[in-house]
């Protein structure tokens, strides 16, 4: 079994429409190429019992929970309280984060700005060469900035924690539509019950008009189901396979 990952996109800013999110694409992607399956992703708003309600069922369910965004200094920036509340521990200043923001800014050292050092009691730093934005750890969630070039920055220095076994994976262009390939969909899934199949019409190439997907991470089996859809085609279906 593939280990699973949740993903919880907080800001009020993303579901207003202000901010276009690309941080669920980004991680989804990436962990993807690590074999690891996202099977759910969650957008909330900035409140503390949200979050923490959230974040806990989340890190029930899956083996790896990644937040992004409400780490900075304002008001609307509560993810820290949140995850707390919702494993129900203490808000603490963490003395590496405080020590460095204190070399680095000097006089200009503020209390909204050492809010940024505040992370849930027990939490663990990974990525620390970042300055101010360290991945924050606990138990099985890791706590990111909502800032893109930072979010992917601090997720490509310790990604390695998350690779797994990897997927195979085979792409099939078809000249006929979805009406025409559904019922050799539908037994190749009879036949091979645990392939990740899809099938994605496509409208505005004209070369072709379906791309199916097969995946699996035993290539065995993802092999010997694209040969059983591929047997049953139409002669000429195939636009090409990559």
Known sequence: MAKTAGIVIIGNEVLSGKTHDTNSYFLCTELRRLGVEVQRISTIQDVIEIIGAEVA????RFDFVFTTGGVGPTHDDVTIEGIAHGFGVDVVRHPDIERRMRQRLGADVNEARLRMANVPEGSKLLATEALFAPV???????????IPKILQERFHAIKEKFRDTPYFLKNVYLKYGEGVIAAMLNDV?????DLMLGSYPVLDIPEYKVKVTFESKDAAYLERALQSFLAALPEGA????E
């Open 238 to 241: 195939v636009q090409r396979i």
């Open 136 to 146: 924050v750890n606990i138990h099985n969630v890791y706590i990111f900035p909502g």
């Open 57 to 60: 069922a989340f890190s029930k």
């Open 189 to 193: 899934l009879e036949k091979f019950p």
